[in-house]
């Protein structure tokens, strides 16, 4: 909240400071950004040298490269927190919802990149939206859970988020405000249905990705209906 208050302090580390980090970094958050030059991730959460691990690519996209980094930064670097952080106005993401004929225009990485955000989007469905900044946010956030969709299939970092010693957090970054809106977490098993009444959040509001006997649970917000991967709640499963 520093930055968007306007009272950042970009902490800058000394000379001893910084000499204290040629040998080893400890950061305890991940970041999966965007390359935009107006999402300056150190910025927006107002930290220094060798705070957050960082890793930018257009569209916050997983790829080869992008979750190497990620699995480095969760198996090497043990951080803590993984985020996954999209923002308004996101050039990628207005461009892959451009007609596929345009994108076969583009060069083979770049379309290969378009392609693989346009796949995680309900075009039919954001097309119905008339409020362009509504439309925008949707797209993006729409992008943003695909990406951590590609997280849970990813058995390394799974493995952590299961025992308990990592949490992954889909977020959306407002340019226009400075705020960052924390949408949604993945971490470890939430109390089974018999305690289901003690939990937090509700029961319906979670997502099932086990890789083993105990699954981790994604605190979901409710682009995740859409795509079917909602259990259903105790009470709906009884009337059934």
């Keep these: 909240t520093r930055f968007w208050m306007n009272v950042a302090s970009r902490p800058e580390k000394s000379a001893f400071e910084r000499r204290a980090l040629i040998s080893k970094q400890f950061p305890s958050v991940a970041v999966l950004g965007c390359s935009d030059s107006r999402v300056p991730t150190e910025m927006i959460f107002d930290q220094g040298l060798g705070d957050i691990f960082v890793i930018r690519v257009a569209g916050n996209c997983l790829d080869t490269t992008a979750s190497a980094s990620l699995q480095y930064a969760v198996n090497h670097l043990e951080v803590k927190v993984l985020i996954v952080l999209g923002h308004e106005l996101c050039g990628a993401v207005k461009a892959a919802l451009l007609p596929k004929e345009q994108l076969e225009q583009e060069p083979a990485a770049l379309q290969d990149l378009l392609r693989n955000i346009k796949d995680g989007l309900d075009e039919n469905c954001l097309n119905l939206m008339h409020d362009s900044r509504a439309k925008d946010r949707e797209a993006v956030i729409s992008n943003v859970v695909r990406q951590v969709e590609g997280l849970t299939r990813d058995r390394s970092i799974m493995s952590k988020v299961e025992q308990g010693e990592l949490i992954i957090s889909a977020a959306f970054y407002e340019i226009s405000s400075g705020i960052v809106d ?32 105990q699954p981790a649970v994604f605190n979901n917000t409710t ?17 059934k």
């Design 223 to 239: 682009l995740l209906q859409a795509r079917g991967l909602l259990r259903a709640p105790p009470e709906a499963a009884k009337t």
């Design 182 to 213: 924390f949408l949604s977490t993945l971490d470890k098993a939430a109390p089974s249905s018999k305690d289901a009444s003690k939990a937090t959040v509700p029961i319906e509001g979670k997502v099932d990705v086990s890789l083993g006997k």
